[in-house]
């Protein structure tokens, strides 16, 4: 049993990374919370769903389909909207915050509700790993989201754009001496935020079913993960959903599922009273007041 809860929490691990590396990259570089991110998870995945079984497209054109367009949604999301409010953070919150809601319950006013809705796994079969058999699915998790932060940390560090990025990121006034629009660069954070989290959800919704509530639950996920890892922070992001994803399955398996979502809960309470910038934050201003 704790073999098996062991690999199950490094693949839980694994799907919180996934699920929330998007939304710590636009708020990394723009400094944007984009409470409609998991507003963009759900609708890629009916979005792949409508792709593959109504419009019969191959599933890696609908995939790729599904990611573009969420990648231009977010794009018009901050170039209409965003761009109005950008450093009003409240407004901010409460605009996308809106406009994920509405979003999500559009979707179940259309009446996409219920076990009918499923997206296809990459491969039907199971292995056995360690004598545990685990679904290949699962496992294809591990390595897309440790390729992903590594493609991510590349592209940041050795990119010309990537380079932008960070310079944003760190100072905003320096960088526009070197020519960079801040607004641009928001722009494509807040867009490719959005394309990974439909390719986020390309990867996790084929392990159950498609729910507009899915929405809440991976924003609350990504910002327990990114609150407690730092807001901004990779390396912080991949600590704190170490800790996220193992405290998840033991609880999971010693004391039950329904408590789950509490240790998620109960960690962001615990990080915001002890330190309150998170494990890898930068804020100091935060860290005074305590």
């Given at each position: 049993?704790?073999?098996?809860?062991?690999?199950?929490?490094?693949?839980?691990?694994a799907?919180?990374?996934?699920?929330?590396?998007?939304?710590?990259?636009?708020?990394?570089i723009?400094?944007?919370?984009?409470?409609?991110?998991?507003?963009?998870?759900?609708?890629?995945?009916?979005?792949?769903?409508?792709?593959?079984?109504?419009?019969?497209?191959?599933?890696?054109?609908?995939?790729?389909?599904a990611?573009?367009?969420?990648?231009?949604?977010?794009?018009?999301?901050?170039?209409l909207?965003?761009?109005?409010?950008?450093?009003?953070?409240?407004?901010?919150?409460?605009?996308?915050?809106?406009?994920?809601?509405?979003?999500?319950?559009?979707?179940?006013?259309?009446?996409?509700?219920?076990?009918?809705?499923?997206?296809?796994?990459?491969?039907?079969?199971s292995v056995?790993?360690?004598?545990?058999?685990?679904?290949?699915?699962?496992?294809?998790?591990?390595?897309?989201?440790a390729?992903?932060?590594?493609?991510?940390?590349g592209?940041?560090h050795?990119?010309?754009?990537?380079?932008?990025?960070?310079?944003?990121?760190?100072?905003?006034?320096t960088?526009?001496?070197?020519?960079?629009?801040?607004?641009?660069?928001?722009?494509?954070?807040?867009?490719?935020g959005?394309?990974?989290?439909?390719?986020?959800?390309?990867?996790?919704?084929?392990?159950?079913?498609?729910?507009?509530?899915e929405?809440?639950?991976?924003?609350i996920?990504?910002?327990?993960?990114?609150?407690?890892?730092?807001?901004?922070?990779?390396?912080?992001?991949?600590?704190?959903?170490?800790?996220?994803?193992?405290?998840?399955?033991?609880?999971?398996?010693?004391?039950?599922?329904?408590?789950?979502?509490?240790?998620?809960l109960?960690?962001?309470?615990?990080v915001?009273?002890?330190?309150?910038?998170?494990?890898?934050?930068?804020?100091?201003?935060?860290?005074?007041?305590?």
């Amino acid at each position: 049993m704790i073999v098996g809860t062991l690999l199950y929490a490094i693949i839980n691990s694994a799907i919180l990374i996934l699920t929330a590396l998007g939304f710590n990259l636009t708020f990394g570089i723009s400094r944007v919370a984009n409470f409609a991110y998991g507003a963009f998870y759900v609708l890629a995945a009916y979005a792949d769903w409508v792709l593959i079984y109504r419009l019969g497209l191959p599933y890696p054109l609908a995939v790729a389909v599904a990611v573009l367009g969420c990648t231009a949604a977010g794009a018009l999301l901050y170039r209409l909207v965003l761009i109005r409010i950008h450093g009003q953070a409240l407004a901010e919150v409460i605009v996308t915050f809106g406009i994920g809601l509405a979003i999500i319950e559009l979707l179940r006013y259309a009446g996409l509700v219920g076990f009918d809705y499923t997206l296809p796994v990459i491969l039907d079969r199971s292995v056995i790993v360690a004598g545990i058999p685990v679904d290949v699915q699962r496992i294809l998790i591990v390595p897309v989201a440790a390729t992903l932060v590594l493609l991510l940390w590349g592209f940041t560090h050795h990119t010309a754009l990537g380079l932008g990025f960070r310079g944003i990121a760190q100072n905003r006034q320096t960088a526009l001496t070197f020519g960079i629009d801040p607004d641009n660069i928001a722009m494509l954070a807040v867009a490719l935020g959005a394309g990974l989290a439909a390719l986020a959800a390309t990867l996790i919704v084929p392990l159950g079913c498609i729910s507009p509530d899915e929405g809440y639950d991976v924003l609350i996920k990504a910002l327990a993960v990114c609150i407690i890892g730092g807001l901004g922070s990779t390396p912080g992001l991949i600590l704190a959903s170490l800790i996220i994803g193992f405290a998840e399955r033991f609880t999971d398996a010693f004391i039950g599922s329904q408590w789950t979502m509490v240790i998620s809960l109960a960690a962001i309470l615990l990080v915001l009273v002890i330190h309150p910038s998170g494990l890898f934050g930068k804020q100091k201003a935060l860290q005074e007041r305590i």
